[in-house]
C-alpha cells in the first residue's frame, strides 16, 4: 500500500485544486465541492490503511463521533447562523494542529522525528510554529465566533499599550521557541501554547463588525498554515499541500475583501472599526425620512422598466431571500429587468449573500458582483435595498472624517428611486449614519425584510 500512496495523495492533491477552481464560480460551485468530497474521502481512506496507522477501532469511532456530530449541525444550521459556524470550524481546526503538536513532542518516536528529548531541529520548529499558529487560530476563532454570535460584544475592544502588549507577547514566542529548541522542556512548550492562546484572543477583540468578512476568511488562513506546519512535523506531504492551498486561498480571500473595504490588512488587524448599532431613530437630529409602505413600494417598482435588488445581512435575519426571489419573478412577468448587486463584503462572511441567493435558486445571470454592475445604478428606475446598510453608504465618496471614506461602495444614491428596507432608521454594523435615509429621492420602509417584501407581492399580484 505504501507504494501506492505517494499516487494516491497526487490525484487528492489534484482534486482539492480542481475543487478551489470550481467553488470560484457560483455555476461550477457544487462540481468543485464534489471534487473536494472526493479528495477528501480517498486522502482518508489511503492514511488509514497505513500500516502504522492504529488501532482501527478508535479511528473509527472517531469518524463516528465527529461525522455524527458534523451532520446534526449541517442539518439544524440556519444559513443566517452560517458566519459563526465557519469561525467555530476554524477553531476546530486549529485546536486538532494543537493537539497533533502535543503529541509529537511527548512521543516523537512514533512520528520517526527522533525521542524524547532528542527530537530533531527541524521537526521542533515545524511543530512549534504549527502550535503557534494553532492556538492563534483556537482562541482567535472562538472570539470572531462569539462577536458573530453577540456572545461578545461587536464593537472594538481596545486599551492603553495594546498594540506594545502584544508585541511583547510575539518577541517572547519566539524566545520560547528558542528555549524550547535549545532545552526540549516541555515548561517552554506549554509557555508557547499558552501565550500563541492569549495572543489570540488580543489580536481578535479590537476587530470590529465591520471587519468580520476580512477576519473569518484571514482565520481560515490560518488554518491552512496551521496545517501544513503539522504536515511538516509528521511528514505528510498531502497535509502540507492541503495547508498551503487553505493557508494561501484564505490569504488571497482577505487581500480581496480588504480591497473592498480600500483597506489595508493591517489596517484591519491593528485598528478595527464597527460594532453594534449604535444609534436609533431618536439619536438623528431634526432630519427627516420620507416613510412609506408596501403598497407604495409595489407601485413604484410595477412602473418602472429597471429594478437592481441589493441585499444585506437583514435579508439574511429575517430569511427573507425565497421572497425576494417571489418578489423579482412577479416583477419579471410584468417586464421588469431584475439584477441583484452584490458587495463583496455583504453579510458576516466572503460570498454570505450569494449562498443566501443560490439557497432561493436566484438564477446566476441576475447576480452582479460591485465592480461589473456600478455603472448601472445611474440607468436604473428603482433600487431595492433589504437590510443593507455601510455597503450603500454614500459617506464613504464625501465624507473624508468617516471610518469608511474612500470604500467602495454601490451607488444606489444614483438611481431614481431606492426604496430602503430596515427595522429602524439606525446605524448599520459599523455603528455609522447612513445619510441616504434622508435623501429625497430615498423611500425608508420600516419592517422586517420579510414580512415588507411578502407585503410588496401581494400588492404586486
Not at 218 to 245: C, E, K, P, R
Not at 296 to 304: F, G, V
Not at 305 to 314: L, Q
Amino acid at each position: 500500500m505504501e507504494i501506492f500512496t505517494p499516487l494516491a495523495y497526487l490525484v487528492s492533491s489534484v482534486l482539492f485544486i480542481m475543487a478551489l477552481r470550481g467553488l470560484a464560480g457560483p455555476e461550477t460551485a457544487r462540481r468543485g465541492f464534489l471534487y473536494g468530497v472526493a479528495g477528501m474521502v480517498l486522502a482518508i481512506l489511503v492514511t488509514i490503511m497505513l500500516p502504522n496507522v492504529t488501532p482501527y477501532g478508535l479511528i473509527i469511532l472517531g469518524v463516528l463521533i465527529g461525522g455524527g456530530i458534523g451532520s446534526a449541525i449541517a442539518l439544524k444550521i440556519e444559513m443566517t447562523a452560517l458566519p459563526q459556524l465557519v469561525a467555530a470550524f476554524h477553531s476546530l481546526v486549529g485546536l486538532a494542529a494543537v493537539c497533533v503538536a502535543i503529541a509529537a513532542f511527548y512521543s516523537p518516536d512514533a512520528y520517526g522525528i527522533g525521542s524524547v528529548g532528542n527530537i530533531k531541529l527541524a521537526s521542533l520548529i515545524e511543530m512549534s510554529l504549527g502550535a503557534v499558529i494553532g492556538a492563534i487560530t483556537f482562541t482567535g476563532s472562538i472570539i470572531a465566533w462569539g462577536k458573530l454570535q453577540g456572545v461578545v460584544t461587536g464593537k472594538p475592544i481596545t486599551f492603553n499599550m495594546q498594540h506594545m502588549i502584544n508585541a511583547f507577547l510575539a518577541g517572547l514566542l519566539l524566545l520560547f521557541v528558542i528555549m524550547l529548541c535549545v532545552t526540549q522542556l516541555s515548561f517552554y512548550f506549554w509557555l508557547i501554547v499558552i501565550i500563541a492562546c492569549v495572543l489570540g484572543v488580543l489580536i481578535i477583540i479590537p476587530i470590529g463588525g465591520a471587519d468580520m468578512p476580512v477576519i473569518v476568511s484571514m482565520l481560515n488562513s490560518y488554518s491552512g498554515w496551521a496545517a501544513a506546519g503539522i504536515g511538516f512535523t509528521l511528514h505528510n506531504n498531502l497535509l502540507i499541500i492541503v495547508g498551503a492551498l487553505v493557508g494561501a486561498s484564505g490569504a488571497i480571500l482577505s487581500y480581496i475583501m480588504c480591497k473592498g473595504m480600500n483597506r489595508s490588512f493591517f489596517n484591519v488587524i491593528l485598528g478595527g472599526f464597527g460594532g453594534e448599532q449604535a444609534a436609533s431613530a431618536q439619536d438623528m437630529g431634526d432630519r427627516n425620512a420620507n416613510l412609506g409602505s408596501a403598497e407604495d413600494a409595489a407601485y413604484i417598482m410595477k412602473n418602472s422598466s429597471k429594478v437592481i435588488i441589493v441585499p444585506g445581512y437583514g435579508m439574511a435575519v429575517a430569511q427573507a431571500q425565497h421572497a425576494l426571489r417571489e418578489m423579482a419573478d412577479v416583477l419579471k412577468s410584468h417586464g421588469v429587468d431584475v439584477k441583484y448587486a452584490i458587495h463583496p463584503v455583504a453579510g458576516r462572511m466572503p460570498g454570505h449573500m450569494n449562498v443566501l441567493l443560490a439557497e432561493a435558486n436566484v438564477p446566476y445571470d441576475e447576480v452582479f458582483e460591485l465592480e461589473d454592475i456600478n455603472r448601472d445604478f445611474a440607468m436604473t428606475d428603482v433600487v431595492y435595498v433589504i437590510g443593507a446598510n455601510d455597503i450603500t453608504n454614500p459617506a464613504a465618496k464625501t465624507d473624508t472624517t468617516s471610518p469608511i471614506y474612500g470604500m467602495p461602495v454601490l451607488d444606489v444614491d444614483k438611481a431614481k428611486t431606492v426604496l430602503f428596507v430596515k427595522r429602524s432608521l439606525g446605524s448599520g454594523y459599523a455603528g455609522i449614519d447612513n445619510p441616504l435615509f434622508y435623501e429625497n429621492g430615498t423611500m425608508m420602509l420600516l419592517d422586517d425584510a420579510k414580512k415588507m417584501t411578502e407585503n410588496i407581492v401581494k400588492a404586486l399580484e
